[in-house]
């Protein structure tokens, strides 16, 4: 079972980046995106579960990002719009078997590599 994430990159703020993560091996019930900026604990950011039909979001990303899944590409994606320096991380897309979004790191499974987004000021 693998997650590759991709679609970091640097932007300026009031940019927009679209990050993806593909998964192999197996169907997950709920995906979601954490982010981890420096000297800072892994935090919750958005997620999704089983059919798309229910998603969570932390407050400081409510309005600008939005997270979706494509079930038949086993792929979930993290649109982020408006972005700001104070989201400059790099973010982890994870994976869990139930369908409920569960907001702590330890819930989830599987973990991919992490892709760095870095906004400028």
């Known amino acids: 079972v693998q997650l590759q994430a991709s679609g970091g990159g640097l932007v300026q703020a009031g940019g927009s980046l679209r990050l993806s993560c593909a998964a192999s091996g197996r169907t997950f019930g709920s995906y979601a995106w954490f982010r981890q900026a420096p000297g800072k604990e892994r935090e919750f950011v958005a997620g999704?579960?089983?059919?798309?039909?229910?998603?969570n979001y932390v407050d400081s990303v409510k309005g600008r990002f939005t997270i979706s899944r494509d079930n038949a590409k086993n792929t979930v994606y993290l649109q982020m719009n408006s972005l700001k320096p104070e989201d400059t991380a790099v973010y982890y897309c994870a994976a869990r078997r139930y369908s409920t979004i569960y907001t702590p790191p330890d819930g989830y499974d599987y973990w991919g590599q992490g892709t760095l987004v870095t906004v400028s000021s």
């Open positions: 999704v579960s089983r059919g798309g039909d229910s998603t």
